[in-house]
């Protein structure tokens, strides 16, 4: 596949190249599975994220709270 590819970069107009890439059933799936791939790791940084600020929030009201005591 990617020797295909070059090969057409070099013989043929990048806009035809781009386009076969494009409409090649080998570009959508791993395009898809890459793009499923970058999904689930934002989403579960995201709530890694979430997950640490609301402890952190925690841990300092509860510091506060001690505080007023």
Known sequence: MLFDVKTRLLT???STVIKDILSS???ADSW???LQNR???FFIRLRFLWSSTAILTEVQENEKNKMEY
């Open 32 to 34: 898809m599975i890459e």
């Open 39 to 41: 999904l689930i790791l």
């Open 12 to 14: 043929h107009k990048s």
């Open 25 to 27: 059933q080998y570009f």
